[in-house]
């Protein structure tokens, strides 16, 4: 009998052992499966992030070689800007070398020459305005006409007269008369002698006024050297700004003003209220 039962539990360690191995077996399977799969994710997610590194790569070099391409576009399009300036100043430059000798008058009425020919009317406002400088200086006259050549229905003024000066100091020492007399007349009108010159100098000069107003409050005799550099005297220094341009701002009230003084630039603060 105890040999029976011994056998019959035998058979049942036996079925147990048997039974635990299988199952013991097959959670080993899963397991090795679920590694492997765990695995096979592991390396998809690697590769992904390889292909997502290797992409931000590229498009980090994209972007580093539109930025090198865009630094280049820049440069290329400021020098071409610098070399535009530098070919309108020099033109500027030319234009206002070849008007150098040049005077202009206006405030003559249309139709005076065709009386008395036009080289005649700068005699007559010579002789009537400085007649000293005439028996003086002898001053010679390279050309004198009209500008515009045609007139212009439209316009209500009469066209200038332009006056070329065989020498430049004749043209200086005639506008420095004009303006120390103060009034110039043609037959007892009122006219006006001034520089001829270039549209772009012209412009420049003009923006100028507004500065020159504040300094001449301020008693630093402002000037407006040929052809359009300011000059102004500060502690009886005669200072002069460096660029044809207006170069200044205003700050607090006051106006600042870049020099140059003995070759290094500073700011010239100048109060825009009157002392």
Known sequence: MFKELRE???????IITNELRE????DVEIITKNQLELKNTITEIKNSLEGITSRLDEAEDRISDLEDKAAEITQTEQQKEKRIKNNEDGLRDLWDNIKRNNMRIIGIPEGEESKQG????????????FPNL???TNIQV???????TRINPNRSTPRHIIVKMAKLKDKERILK?????????????????????????????????????????????????????????VDGEIKKERSKQPNYKFKNGNIYVPINNHFKCKWIKCSNQKT
Not at 23 to 26: F, V
Request: glycine content about 2%.
């Open 177 to 233: 008369a004009a303006r120390e007399r103060q009034r110039v007349t043609y037959k007892g009108t009122p006219i006006r002698l001034s520089n001829d010159f270039s549209t772009e100098t012209l412009k420049a000069r003009r923006e100028w006024q507004e500065i020159l107003k504040v300094m001449e409050n301020k008693g630093l005799q402002p000037r407006l050297l040929y052809p359009a550099r300011l000059s102004f005297k």
């Open 8 to 14: 019959d539990i035998k058979k049942d360690v036996e």
């Open 142 to 148: 390279q050309e004198v006409q009209r500008v515009p």
């Open 118 to 129: 036009i080289e005649n009317i700068f005699e007559v406002i010579m002789f009537e305005n």
């Open 134 to 136: 005439m028996k003086e």
């Open 23 to 26: 199952n013991i077996k097959k």
